[in-house]
Structures are given as C-alpha cells and as structure tokens.
C-alpha cells in the first residue's frame, strides 16, 4: 500500500488566494463562518501539497470541489485526476492522504476527548465496545468515520450500520448495499496518533 499524508497546522496557512483556484475561490466566498472557512481551506491545502508532490501541478490547477453528495471531485489542469484521497479536520488540524495504487481512500482525526457514556451507546454498537476509556473511543470513532468515507454515503446511515470490531469493518443495511456497490473490496484500517493528542484513523481499500 502506497499512501501519503500531510497534517498541517489551521493557523499557518498560506492565503487563500494563493492557494485556491477561480473556482475554488467562489465556492469559499460561500462560506458563512470564518471557522468553517480557515477548515476547509485547511484540507485543500493538505490535499493540494501532496498532488503537487506527485503531478507536478500548481495549486491553482489543482481543485478539489464538492460534488451534490458532499464528496469532493478532484482535478488537475481540467482533467480528472487518478487519485484516491481523502481529507479530514479537528481542532485546528486538517489532514489529507493520496494514492496512486489504492481505489479507496478515507480518514478521520479527532482529538481525544472525554466522552459519555450515553454518547457511546448512542454511536456505537453493543459487539464494538470491546474497549474502554477516551482513547480507545476516539479510536474507534475515527474508525468508523473513515470507513464511511470510504464508501462515500456522506451522513445517510445510522451509525450502527456500519461496525468496527478489533480493526476490522463489519457492513448492515444501507452500508452493506453501499458496500456490495464498490465491489466488496478488502478495507484495511491504521489507526495511530499522528499528532500527540489525536486519534487518526486511514481506511484504504484495493
């Protein structure tokens, strides 16, 4: 598996007229909060680091739109580019991973944070809380979110229909259709601590 990532920090980051295309720009003009705006600049600029690491390419012809489901479209120089990737934000990071040789590609980083118990139950299902304790939560949280980009439904499930168990997903209902759609490939998990405090979880699948 061949798979870069790139973390970079919210408050250094380059301008965004420096970063963004035409397209991009008007679509960032968009954005009502400033939060919301230094986050997603954040990741297109994580994304655009690494296909500039590996196309050559310049920021600008680099895009990375979202399409009607949410999931953003790539390009480089008007074409679409042959790249897996994924991007992801938390508390004044973003990051986001490419891959010329894996079909699919999803992250998540989430701080590690306290949680309740009640929010537990809620999110996850009975047979995943084979652990305990904010880390192994984060874990598991991010697990599950990076499974689900991988197989790109957005915010349509219910949380249970997609499982984590011991590193390995477990598909039910609407994702296990959505799963079969993509051809039911093998979806491998690393999750570990990229930056001290963080949780970050890369799905990837062939």
Known sequence: MSCQIKVVDLNRLPPADEILSQREAAFFQTLRFPKRRVEWLGGRFALKELVRA???????????????????????????????????????????????????????????????????KDFFHPSELTGTGDRFLTALWTQKEAVVKVLGTGLSLN????????????????????????????????????????????????
């Open 159 to 206: 949380s249970y229909d997609v499982r984590c168990i011991d590193g390995k997903p477990f598909f039910f209902g609407p994702a296990l259709e959505a799963y079969a759609r993509l051809g039911r490939p093998e979806i491998l998990l690393q999750t570990d601590e990229q930056i001290p405090g963080f949780m970050f979880t890369l799905a990837h699948g062939h």
């Open 54 to 120: 590996c196309c050559g390419a310049s920021y600008r012809e680099i895009e990375a739109l979202p399409q009607p489901s949410g999931k953003p479209l790539l390009s480089v120089g008007g074409k679409d580019a042959p790249l897996a990737f994924s991007i992801t934000h938390s508390h004044g990071w973003a990051a986001a991973a490419v891959s010329q040789d894996e079909r699919f590609i999803g992250i998540d980083l989430e701080k590690i944070e306290h949680r309740l118990d009640a929010w537990a």
